[in-house]
């Protein structure tokens, strides 16, 4: 097993490499709902967007456009039309990027970083989860928030399917929100995994989310209370006695099924229906912070670099680069499969 920092292989499974990438590590991916566009937000404090063109197999990727914020950038969004992107991080601050006028502009702010945000296009609004204890809703064409929803604890994930947000908060809080009426919570439960909260993903159908952890693990929970016996955990991004961290889930939106992405290098395909992976990929030599798939599915986006999740000593900058891959995700890979029940009654 390669360690992290030891020159070893970033990319075993033979992804494409996207060119040009940030200088320091990636905290975020997104997809253009409408186009090929990828954005990648870093702790350099950039934002970037490369234009990425597919034809079966083959990749390339043209970077097209970049802005900078004070601080390190944590999280971002696309609005639906595929015309802006929201970004937020370390410097307390929003930013809405026009990239047909790459003209960007500060569009909400907080008292501690940004730590996730998301477009809620049914509303037109803009919302904003922070360390500072509150979500923050946002009319872009005003200063003030629309809306400040205080938090028991400091925002670490949020997830939206309208009209289900789900939000997770330090101390394994989750939250969730009904958004036709986001100032009162629906629910709020204590998370069914024991360690912190990473990522959240809320289901395609908003009948309930996923909830990614520190510790190698991730609950899959129904909203119902008739559902819940359908509620299930499970380990992943493990390796013998070391136990990773678990940093991206994301929904395939053809399939339903979904991605994981951990600290541990690897990235995985799972059908939570039939409770089984799909697909385990080669770990890579250096964590994966995030991962997104592209609007059709037929792409997968991840980060390689590392994360400090073990620490300055395992910080090596001879070989501490970036890399952002891209994975043609086949249908074999994704589509979910009934699962085969071997009959073990004489």
């Known amino acids: 097993m390669s360690t992290f920092g030891s020159p070893a292989n970033t990319n075993p499974n033979k992804s494409y490499e996207v060119v040009q990438p940030p200088s320091d590590g990636v905290s975020s991916l997104s ?15 950039q934002v970037r967007c490369w234009e990425i063109m597919q034809s079966g197999a083959n990749f390339n990727s043209t970077p097209k456009a970049a ?17 802006t992107v929201f970004s937020g991080g370390c410097d307390k601050q929003a930013k809405m990027w026009n990239l047909l006028s790459n003209q960007s502009m500060q569009v909400a702010a907080h008292d501690a970083p940004i730590k996730d945000m998301a ?26 928030p629309v809306h400040v929803q205080q938090l028991p604890e400091r925002c670490y994930a949020l997830s939206v399917r309208y009209p289900l947000m789900v939000v997770g908060t330090a101390d394994r809080n989750l939250i969730i929100f009904n958004l036709q009426t986001p100032q009162n919570e629906f629910k709020r439960i204590v998370s069914p995994l024991k360690f ?3 990522c959240i993903a809320a289901f395609p159908d908003q009948q309930g989310f996923l909830v990614g952890s520190i510790e190698g693990r991730v609950g899959v929970h129904h909203l119902d209370d008739g559902q819940q016996n359908k509620n299930f955990t499970f380990k992943c991004h493990r390796e013998g006695n070391e136990i990773y961290s678990v940093n991206s889930l994301n929904f395939h939106p053809v399939h339903g099924t979904f991605a994981t992405a951990g600290s541990d290098g690897a990235f995985n395909f799972w059908d939570k229906d039939s409770k089984q992976r799909l697909k385990a990929m080669t770990r890579c030599s250096q964590p994966i912070p995030c991962g997104t798939f592209n609007s059709d599915g037929s ?5 390689v670099c590392y994360d400090w999740s073990k620490g300055a000593e395992n910080h090596n900058p001879a070989t501490a680069k970036t890399y952002i891959y891209l994975h043609q995700a086949l249908e074999s890979e994704v589509k979910g499969k009934p699962r085969l029940v071997t009959q073990t009654r004489k």
């Not at 997809?31 to 404090?45: C, G, Q, V």
């Not at 900078?68 to 971002?76: F, I, K, T």
């Not at 609004?125 to 009319?139: F, I």
Request: glycine content about 4%; proline content about 6%.
């Open 31 to 45: 997809f253009s709902p409408k186009a090929n566009h990828l954005i990648a937000t870093s702790w350099d404090n």
């Open 67 to 83: 802005i900078a914020h004070d601080n390190p950038v944590l999280c971002s969004a696309w609005k639906d039309d595929g015309t």
């Open 119 to 144: 477009w809620i296009p049914e509303m037109s609004l803009l919302v904003t989860g922070s360390w500072d204890k509150t979500l923050r809703y946002w009319d872009t064409r005003q200063p003030n």
């Open 196 to 198: 912190q909260t990473r």
């Open 299 to 303: 792409i997968y986006a991840y980060a």
